[in-house]
T-cell receptor, first 111, second 114 residues
């Protein structure tokens, strides 16, 4: 079983729709969690960190469910510019970094 | 600030050739890392550095060398290129005060080994 798993998609949604992605992780000792956005043939960029209490940044909401070992990303009122691949990143241990990157979920927002 | 810069953007090598991928950052970040990204796989850590003169291996270090003589630069050397090293290479940096997952990535180098 992969340490971090994501549905590769693509998720095809119309503009204005609400869409949610989940990411499951296998290591219950995982410390911290992040969502990155990666546009085609570009570098990953940090979208948001995921806090235990959940957090919201504009149209984006991230949540953590430690009991079921998954994090989620909700995008409301989707824009064409939201089309990208969303990477889930898990930091499994303390120390420098033991980051595990998911393979990403592709989102396509259409007019 | 230019952020994290990488050169070249694209490179084609023949098997057995060597080359250096350049990475520089102007944010005074102590921590720098090299990742490779392959289709169907998440980014994997090759080597990392926590400061000038200090480097360590990541998950997939074989075939690569690094050095860190300054805070700004962190070059990645391919010693003898192999087709298995065809990939997209990303350099990343962060300051020690940031969480490990909050990194700044460079634009990447697309490497093809024939």
């Amino acid at each position: 079983r992969k340490e971090v798993e994501q549905d590769p998609g693509p998720f095809n949604v119309p503009e204005g729709a609400t869409v949610a992605f989940n990411c499951t992780y296998s290591n219950s000792a995982s410390q911290s969690f992040f969502w990155y956005r990666q546009d085609c043939r570009k570098e990953p960029k940090l979208l948001m960190s995921v806090y235990s209490s959940g957090n919201e940044d504009g149209r984006f909401t991230a949540q953590l469910n430690r009991a079921s070992q998954y994090i989620s990303l909700l995008i409301r009122d989707s824009k064409l510019s939201d089309s990208a691949t969303y990477l889930c990143v898990v930091n499994s241990v303390t120390g420098f970094q033991k980051l595990v990157f998911g393979t990403g979920t592709r989102l396509l927002v259409s007019p | 600030n230019a952020g994290v810069t990488q050169t070249p953007k694209f490179q084609v090598l023949k098997t057995g050739q060597s080359m250096t991928l350049q990475c520089a950052q102007d944010m005074n970040h102590e921590y720098m890392s090299w990742y490779r990204q392959d289709p169907g796989m998440g980014l994997r850590l090759i080597h990392y550095s926590v400061g000038a003169g200090i480097t360590d291996q990541g998950e997939v270090p074989n075939g690569y060398n690094v050095s860190r003589s300054t805070t700004e630069d962190f070059p990645l050397r391919l010693l003898s290129a192999a087709p298995s090293q065809t990939s997209v290479y990303f350099c990343a940096s962060r300051s020690p005060g940031q969480p490990a997952g909050e990194q700044y990535f460079g634009p990447g180098t697309r490497l093809t080994v024939t």
